[in-house]
């Protein structure tokens, strides 16, 4: 079917275009996989190595994230992002079978890990662009948010069914039997993204060249950005958002679940309430395909959920703490998905890979990085102070989107 008669086709609900649902599969596939390479990562840097030093294997894939991401956003716009997601995941299949078979021959070292790690992180800062880039290319712009739904719940679902997926491959034959699996994973993508048609950008296909310096259109993504009345404030937004959350909720629940006896079990819990209510979120935007008074709601929530993060670590007993935790997440999970929906509506195609890049370098390139800090920070004053600070952070970011006008009265399309 040629790009000019899906552009005249009429409108289908995203969970019955079969468009959405092919990306759906691919995506949903691409996610479990990439838990069960992360489980099977770990695993053998901890038979290999030493805690610390597994610790820092698992850490490495973060930096050509973080120094790679506004370029991979380039590459996605020139190139399409059709063509970058497919690329990346042959190359994340063709690594991860590679390491089976590594595994298989012999014990490599931690060097060998480590390098694996690192190419993952670069592949990643091109994946993560253009993934944020493919739903306006395959869905009507009135069934973005819905679409935003659906993809939160197959993370979601990535993350519950990975991690088993993984230690029942360990179990069975080792990290390369759990290698060997996030490899089939990500080929299980590829004929879905390969039967994708895109529609053609608005723009004219502006955004899909491969000519002139890589800065300059680096450079136009930002100048875009800058001069765009909701998404420059909405950007501010989301790197506060993830720099107050993202230490916090993934080095802060082990040490409070450690301080406060609860144990591995109670991690687990916390993980899943937190998981449940973020999955209820995405189901609501999937199932009602848009919020009213978006950009009010989201600021309102980001406040609201900030108030959670800090009452977590005054929590007393387990079961409030888990309900707290779902709490946390249902909110989190509709300012997440209010903030990616309005990227996706506000945001001219042809840049979109750019303004993913942006918006995804708090969480996936800068706050990792800053988890040691986190850690070092709770070591020396508690977790409740950590908690009370990152919540702060939260709600300044909720607080700022409340009091920038354009932001405030942002709606996403009926």
Known sequence: MSAAVLAAAPPRPAHRDPQV????????????????YYLALSWAAVSSGSPAQAGLVMAVSAVPRALLLLFG?????????????LASDTARCLMTLGLAAVLLATSPGLWLLAAAALVFGAVDAVFLPAVGALPPRIAARDQLARVQGLRGLAYRMGSV?????????????????????????????????????????????????????????????????????VLGPLMITILLADLG??????????????????????????????????????LLLAVRGRLPRAGTTLGWTMVLGAVAVAALAFAPRLPVAVAVAVAVGLLAGVSGALCHALVQTECDPAYLGRVSAVSSLGSLGL?????????????????????????AVCALSGAFALTVPSLRRAELPR
């Open 367 to 391: 706050a990792p990085l800053g988890m040691p800090l986190t850690g070092a920070a709770a070591g020396l004053w508690g977790t409740g102070p950590v908690f009370v600070a990152g919540a």
């Open 245 to 282: 959350f993202v230490g916090p909720l993934n080095v802060g629940l082990a040490l409070l679940a450690d301080q406060r006896g609860w144990g591995a079990p109670g991690i687990g819990w916390l993980l899943a309430g937190f998981g449940a209510g973020a999955g209820a979120a995405s």
């Open 73 to 85: 956003g380039v590459i996605a716009d020139r190139l399409g992002p059709r063509r970058v997601v």
């Open 161 to 229: 069914l990975g991690a088993p997926l993984g230690g029942l491959a360990v179990a069975t034959g080792g990290p390369a039997s759990a290698f060997g699996a996030a490899g089939a994973l990500f080929a299980l993508s590829l004929p879905l993204l390969c039967a994708l048609r895109l529609r053609p950008l608005p723009t004219g296909e502006k955004g899909e060249k491969a000519d002139g310096p890589v800065l300059r259109d680096l450079a136009d993504g930002l100048r875009h950005l800058r001069g765009h009345r």
């Open 21 to 36: 649902l092919r990306w759906l599969g691919a995506y949903t596939a691409s996610t479990v996989g990439d838990s069960v």
